[in-house]
Every structure is written in C-alpha cells, then in structure tokens.
C-alpha cells in the first residue's frame, strides 16, 4: 500500500518559517515525479514545487521562488518543502504528491499525480 504522510504545518507569522516533510512508503522512490500542492478555501489546488528523481530537475510556481526550496532523501524516501519569508496568501492546505514511473521534469498538472497525502494545514497570519 502506498502512503504519504506530511507534517510539519502550522500557524506561523508573516515573514517565517515552515518545513514540511512527506515520507513515501510503498513506493518506489526512484523515477518518480514528487512535491507539493496547496489548495486555498474557495481556489482550483496548485502546483507549488516537484522534483524529479530521475534528473532532480525541478518546479516552481512563480510566487513561491526565490522563497520555498524543495529537496529529496532518497534513502529515506522523504521529500521536504522549505518554506521561508511567508505570506499571508501562502496559507492553504498542502497535499504531498507522487507519480511515477517518470522521467524528465516535473510538471505542475495535478491529474498526472497518481498518490496523495492526506494534507497539512499552512496558516500564516498577518
């Protein structure tokens, strides 16, 4: 059985800090396309960062760059998002994700991710 299990959510202020943590079990680690969605109240669920770990290529959506930077243990089959200098606007629920097999670039399409996590709540007050 395949799971992804995140943590590391929280209430945070503007301007810190959060790392999320998502670790894949059942799941082969190599050739896979992994990282995080957020799905805001009343908003369509968005790409935020994915790696590949067939090249380590990755993505990012352009409000999170230069601030969030993602990164894989592949020993531990775990995939962290470093998120720093937070916004307001950066307060939603993120979902870890997973597809594979896959080679190349990730893309941010959430129907071409096959596993999921359960989600972890970012709010970041003002």
């Known amino acids: 059985e395949v799971q992804l299990v995140e943590s590391g959510g929280g209430l945070v202020q503007a301007g810190g800090s959060l790392r999320l943590s998502c670790a894949v079990s059942?799941?082969?680690?190599?050739?896979?396309?992994i990282g995080w969605f957020r799905q805001a109240p009343g908003r369509e669920r968005e790409g935020v960062s994915l790696?590949?770990?067939?090249?380590?290529?990755?993505y990012y959506a352009d409000s999170v760059k230069g601030r969030f930077t993602i990164s894989s243990d592949n020993a531990k089959n775990t995939v962290y998002l470093q998120m720093n200098s937070l916004k307001p606007e950066d307060t939603a629920v993120y979902y870890c994700?997973?597809?594979?097999?896959?080679?190349?670039?990730?893309?941010?399409?959430?129907?071409?991710?096959?596993?999921w996590g359960q989600g972890t709540q970012v709010t970041v007050s003002s």
């Open positions: 059942g799941f082969t680690f190599d050739e896979t396309a």
């Open positions: 994700a997973a597809a594979g097999p896959w080679a190349g670039p990730p893309i941010a399409a959430a129907d071409e991710y096959n596993y």
């Open positions: 790696i590949s770990s067939s090249d380590g290529s990755t």
